[in-house]
């Protein structure tokens, strides 16, 4: 299976290839018209997803399902850069930014178990077609949204075309490092221990507990995200590392299947805090012309640490030891990088 994890790996990546040099530029050129780039990200898909219901069964639903992931990445950055403008007062930006992630969550459920329902009954195209109406329903609501969601116009201002996110200072390159190393984690552990467990012939209970661990973790992580006061950010960033060090250090000394478990918990907590962490200080730290390719290349680069860490899991033996220890040591080089992307800023 190593060769088609491989594609998988791949075909990750090419939603984001237009993200940085397309969508990022463009939200930054059009951040005086918030509204209207979060109704056209989100009615373009719902037209998109009722082509999508006519094509199900034909090559073309390929190249519309990848437009329908280009434009959700896309709302997604317009979404992140529109929090700040609209957070209640006293939420700071990891809470406000978790619990919108906790209500998108739970709706996305709702609607998972409601879409399979309708696919077991009248067929799959009216799922798209339900969400083809949603869609627009929610287009409709963005343009509904404040005035004050949308930037003032600034005719001195310029397109930030020329801006390096590994130039900011530390407030954003310390999260951004914490994030990269975990993210990396994170694909590393996804690929690595699904190829363990096979290969050990892991019990049914024991990958349970694992699954189950890395989704527990990330709804802790994200609970946890909602409740933290806005002065927590040091210790958040030392915890997110320290975590799933411990734990994959422990997995990879003893093998035993409670450390098995508790990296997939610590790392899901783990890279669901970074995460948030990162969003809040791109959005404190990063001029407003900018913060759409912020947001776009930050994505991106997570997502290119996510598939590095797959790739490494790929190439490698399975054997507990070697996985493990290299597990270990991303989260102690995310401090490395953190420390080199702050000597190379100007």
């Known amino acids: 299976a190593r060769t088609r994890v491989a ?70 950055v317009a979404r992140s850069a529109a929090v700040p403008r609209v957070r209640p007062p006293g939420v700071g930006l990891v809470q406000a930014n978790a619990r919108l992630n906790i209500a998108a969550v739970a709706a996305g459920s709702g609607a998972a178990a409601v879409g399979a329902g309708i696919s077991a009954l009248v067929g799959s195209g009216w799922v ?15 343009l509904r949204l404040p005035a004050h969601v949308d930037e003032p116009v600034d005719a001195s201002a310029t397109t930030a075309l020329r801006f390096r996110l590994l130039h900011r200072g530390p407030l954003v390159t310390g999260p951004l490092a914490a994030a990269i190393g975990l993210r990396a984690l ?86 669901s805090l970074s995460k948030f962490a990162l969003d809040a200080a791109l959005q404190e730290h990063v001029p407003t012309r900018s913060i759409g390719t912020a947001f776009a290349r930050a994505e991106t680069v997570l997502q290119l640490a996510w598939v590095v860490g797959g790739a490494i899991a790929v190439s490698i033996p399975t054997t507990a030891a070697l996985g493990f220890g290299l597990g270990a040591a991303l989260p102690a080089l995310s401090v490395v990088l953190a420390r080199q992307l702050v000597l190379r800023a100007p």
């Open 7 to 76: 594609l998988y790996l791949v075909l990750t990546m090419l939603p984001f290839s237009l993200l940085v040099p397309v969508a990022g530029p463009l939200l930054d050129r059009f951040s005086h018209g918030r509204r209207n780039v979060l109704a056209l990200t989100t009615g373009a898909r719902g037209l998109l997803t009722w082509v999508m219901a006519g094509a199900v069964t034909s090559l073309g639903l390929y190249p519309l399902a990848l437009a329908v992931l280009v434009l959700s990445r896309a709302y997604g």
């Open 186 to 271: 994170a694909g590393l552990l996804t690929i690595f221990l699904a190829f363990l467990l096979r290969s050990e012939g892991a019990s049914g209970p024991l990958v349970f507990a694992v699954v189950g661990a890395g989704a527990v973790g990330q709804l802790l992580g994200t609970t946890l995200a909602a409740r933290l006061p806005e002065t927590a950010g040091r210790v958040l960033g030392v915890l997110t590392l320290a975590l799933p060090f411990l734990a994959c250090l422990g997995a990879a000394l003893t093998a035993d299947g409670v450390w098995v478990v508790a990296t997939a918990a610590t790392t899901g907590i783990s890279v």
């Open 128 to 142: 798209l077609r339900l969400a083809s109406v949603l869609l627009i329903a929610a287009a409709v609501l963005s």
